[in-house]
């Protein structure tokens, strides 16, 4: 079964504390993505990753930045938390190395960040 | 102007009904067409996908895609309980296919 693993499912930081969301694919995947999704508002792309140690900002990159060290490791970072930050951030995987890329996108299960 | 707009909901049905969820969008670089399926406090889960033009069926759910108009529409027969959950549309296009646009979702609220 294909999977994409968030490291915590729900977390709880204080105003400019520094933060780390981690996303882990199993799948060969090429391709990695960070978005987060507010009511109202759908999904947003924050930061994506067509291949190890190369990224690219999304719509929404402000206040975050991302690391991709190995190809199944994606990482989301806030360098100092704010409130406007609470939010649900779901990271997404798609297409291997030679075949197309459609568009299909495999999530993990989120992970919900409260900043107080 | 959003480049994808999906009828926002709820929808509220009896069970067995047949759902009729629906996206237009502006961009007609679009090829490729998703619906994902998330439950309450989950991720999106990919649920059909077409590309191009065209009907796509797969058990009680139907996709459909008139690019002519830029609609899309994701149909649900005999729609059951489980069904209950919001249904994202999503789109790409060819040269950037990974880099999906989305819809805001409808939340669908199948009643026993």
């Known amino acids: 079964d294909v999977k994409v693993t968030q490291s915590s499912r729900y977390l709880v930081k204080r105003t400019g504390e520094k933060v780390f969301l981690e996303c882990v694919q199993d799948m060969d995947h090429e391709n990695m993505f960070w978005y987060r999704q507010d009511p109202g508002l759908g999904l947003r792309l924050i930061y994506f990753s067509y291949d190890v140690k190369m990224k690219e900002k999304g719509d929404i990159p402000e206040g975050y930045s991302v690391s991709r060290e190995k190809k199944e490791r994606f990482s989301l970072i806030l360098e100092s938390a704010s409130t406007n930050q609470t939010s649900m951030y779901l990271c997404?995987?798609?297409?291997?190395?030679?075949?197309?890329?459609?568009?299909?996108?495999?999530f993990g299960e989120g992970s919900r960040l409260t900043v107080l | 102007q959003k480049e994808v707009e999906q009828d926002p909901g709820p929808l509220s049905v009896p069970e067995g009904a047949i759902v009729s969820l629906n996206c237009t969008y502006s961009?007609?670089?679009?090829?490729?067409f998703m619906w994902y399926r998330q439950y309450s406090r989950k991720g999106p889960e990919l649920l059909m996908y077409?590309?191009?033009?065209g009907n796509k069926e797969d058990g009680r759910f139907t996709a459909q895609v008139d690019k002519s108009s830029k609609y899309i529409s994701l149909f649900i027969r005999d729609s059951q309980p489980s069904d209950s959950a919001t249904y994202l549309c999503?789109?790409?296009?060819?040269?950037?296919?990974?880099?999906?646009?989305f819809g805001d979702g409808t939340t669908l609220t199948v009643k026993p």
């Open positions: 961009n007609s670089a679009f090829q490729y």
């Open positions: 997404a995987s798609s297409g291997h190395q030679g075949s197309p890329n459609t568009g299909e996108l495999f």
């Open positions: 077409t590309y191009s033009s």
């Open positions: 999503a789109m790409s296009r060819i040269t950037n296919a990974g880099k999906s646009t």
